[in-house]
């Protein structure tokens, strides 16, 4: 069964930082990437980026550039996102999907998404 | 970055009722766009690949038509499990971009 299983809820400071996790099973990791997606409580759904399981490769988008960092352990076939200088409006939940490996688009793009981490930021 | 632009925001049907949902692209991103039903609480399902195509399990009554900058999403006859949100996203290029989504409701 193809699937992502994602680590459980989060609940951090101002300023913290949080490291969510993406195990992907029922597929060879390596062919693929991972997006990473967030959406905040009753808004729609943020790309946050993307990193390639089959080289490393990352993209990021511009609003998170230099507090956030993706990365792939392929030994475990898991996927990790950290995201530093946490503020309150950060607080979502957090998705992982399986998306192309590179940068030809690819019909399998999107098609498996993890269950969501809950990340609260609250003082 | 390719901006795509979901309409309408909202739409109250009735159960049986035909609705169509439309994204429009910045730039051309072929047919390289899918449709997401999200229900509460869930994390997105995905109903249309390639702009066109049914994922395996999806009821028929979901399409999708378009491409280069033109996509719609269409029920043929809505059920009461359909009320939900859907977002198109494009996956031409990064940045991957959503729709804003368009919040189904029941009439």
């Known amino acids: 069964q193809v699937q992502l299983v994602q680590s459980g809820a989060e609940v951090k400071k101002p300023g913290a930082s949080v490291k969510v996790s993406c195990k992907a099973s029922?597929?060879?990791?390596?062919?693929?990437?991972i997006s990473w997606v967030r959406q905040a409580p009753g808004q729609g759904l943020e790309w946050m980026g993307w990193?390639?399981?089959?080289?490393?490769?990352?993209n990021y988008a511009q609003k998170l550039q230099g507090r956030v960092t993706m990365t792939t352990d392929t030994s475990t076939s898991t996927a990790y996102m950290e995201l530093r200088s946490l503020r309150s409006d950060d607080t979502a939940v957090y998705y992982c999907?399986?998306?192309?490996?590179?940068?030809?688009?690819?019909?399998?793009?999107?098609?498996?998404w993890g269950q969501g981490t809950m990340v609260t930021v609250s003082s | 970055d390719i901006q795509m632009t979901q309409s309408p925001s909202s739409l109250s049907a009735s159960v049986g009722d035909r609705v169509t949902i439309t994204c429009r692209a910045s730039q051309g991103i072929r047919n390289d766009l899918g449709w997401y039903q999200q229900k509460p609480g869930k994390a997105p399902k995905r109903l249309i690949y390639a702009a066109s195509s049914l994922q395996s399990g999806v009821p028929s009554r979901f399409s999708g038509s378009g491409s280069g900058t033109e996509f719609t999403l269409t029920i043929s006859s809505l059920q009461p499990e359909d009320f939900a949100t859907y977002y198109c996203l494009q996956h031409n290029s990064y940045p991957r971009t959503f729709g804003q989504g368009t919040r189904l409701e029941i009439k």
């Open positions: 999907a399986r998306d192309s490996r590179g940068l030809m688009a690819v019909a399998d793009a999107f098609d498996i």
């Open positions: 029922g597929y060879t990791f390596t062919s693929y990437g």
């Open positions: 990193i390639s399981a089959y080289n490393g490769n990352t």
